[in-house]
């Protein structure tokens, strides 16, 4: 653990193409990238012990803002001490803004010049989230990579929204890098929007170069656009934000997303997908997609892959996991989502190593291979 005063800082290590392999340095430890990022909604991912997060090999969680503020609460975290404590997980913390919350909220959302009102899902109460509220918000958390509050329209939107959000999400930009101040140790994170049309993408890429930012996310997809369409925008995208700062993809997502992002040039990524899928039956393998409860598995005594290190594959036939999902028993939730966790990070171990040794189209080959031979199961 480094000193309070260490600043934040992100080098490069190897590239191969477009894709990078570095270390994020935090006064909390390193995060090394490509990273992916399990999200801990609510101060905890679902299903885990941190402890447990920590071994399938993440180095950072991501927090999420509008859950957070509306319980337990901001202020109350502060007072037990900051999220990481309230969480036990010392390793670096990224939150987000709250915006993508807000925007999926619609009806219950009022926008303006402004910031946001809306009202809690949980109790109905009013809230106001504003640029300022939201960086206040995510300095009473103690996060160590704070996100710009933005405003995320849902795809597909006309050119003319898209572009009126854009330039609203970079006044908020603004509003949030004045309201951040100094904070040696903590980083602040600019969001790319632009929807799908290059000229807003590489727009808001210049605003947010001329703000300054530690890090630069590419927002606003992954919101129903599809793959090739996500893939259109990252094949220019992270070109036009700095080289010398992280590229963060929010909200993806299956394991091919995060390997084709990777092969653009992006370094960090989140997703609920894996805790998600855990839960409800989903597992990804190197062979594709498993889906437990089919009951193909019910008299099946192997593991899920043989080849895979974590704690359901090392001790479980796929029939005890098939019977304790068809059970309702806890223990089916926590064993696919260590799994889900750990195959993740796998992923993740493997791209770093492969665009370090200058091998990683070979890898990516290999890596769609494998999964071409698999059957991916009926959901």
């Not at 490509?34 to 071994?55: I, Y």
């Not at 509003?175 to 994170?189: N, Q, V």
């Not at 590489?202 to 893939?231: P, R, T």
Request: charged share 25%; net charge neutral; aromatic share 8%.
């Amino acid at each position: 653990m480094g000193s309070a005063s260490m600043r934040f800082g992100f080098g490069k290590v190897a590239q191969d193409g477009a894709a990078r392999a570095g270390v994020i340095r935090t006064p909390r430890g390193e995060i090394r990238t490509p990273a992916f990022m399990p999200v801990g909604t609510a101060a905890t991912v679902k299903a885990m012990l941190p402890e447990s997060v920590a071994a399938t090999g993440a180095d950072i969680l991501l927090g999420n803002t509008y859950h957070l503020m509306l319980r337990p609460g901001a202020e109350r975290v502060a007072r037990l001490g900051g999220l990481h404590r309230f969480m036990n997980w010392q390793r670096p913390i990224l939150t987000d803004s709250g915006g993508f919350q807000v925007m999926s909220l619609a009806g219950l959302r009022k926008l303006t010049e402004e910031g946001v009102t809306f009202r809690s899902h949980i109790d109905g109460s009013k809230h106001h989230l504003t640029p300022e509220r939201s960086m206040e918000i995510q300095a009473l958390l103690g996060s160590d990579i704070v996100m710009c509050f933005d405003e995320c329209p849902a795809l597909p939107a006309s050119d003319k929204a898209v572009a009126e959000s854009m330039r609203l999400s970079m006044r908020w930009a603004a509003r949030s890098k004045e309201a951040f101040g100094d904070r040696p140790g903590h980083a602040l994170f600019g969001i790319m929007q632009g929807g799908v049309t290059r000229a807003l993408r590489e727009e808001s890429a210049e605003a947010l170069k001329e703000i300054g930012f530690d890090g630069y996310a590419v927002g606003g997809l992954a919101v129903g656009e599809g793959q090739e369409a996500m893939f259109g925008v990252l094949d220019y995208a992270p070109g036009s934000l700095p080289e010398d700062r992280p590229r963060y993809l929010m909200g993806v997502g299956k394991p091919d997303d995060i390997v084709g992002a990777v092969k653009r040039g992006i370094d960090m990524m989140d997703c609920v997908l894996p805790s998600r899928s855990g839960r409800t039956g989903q597992v990804f393998t190197r062979h594709g997609v498993v889906n437990i409860k089919n009951a193909r598995h019910q008299d099946d005594p192997r593991p899920l892959d043989e080849d895979c290190t974590c704690p359901a594959c090392c001790g479980y036939s796929r029939a005890y996991l098939h019977h304790v999902f068809r059970a309702g028993e806890m223990i089916s939730g926590m064993l696919l989502t260590w799994h889900n966790l750990h195959y993740f990070q796998q992923i993740m171990a493997e791209m770093r190593a492969a665009i370090v040794e200058g091998r990683f189209t070979e890898w990516e080959a290999g890596f769609h291979a494998g999964r071409a031979q698999g059957d991916i199961e009926p959901l």
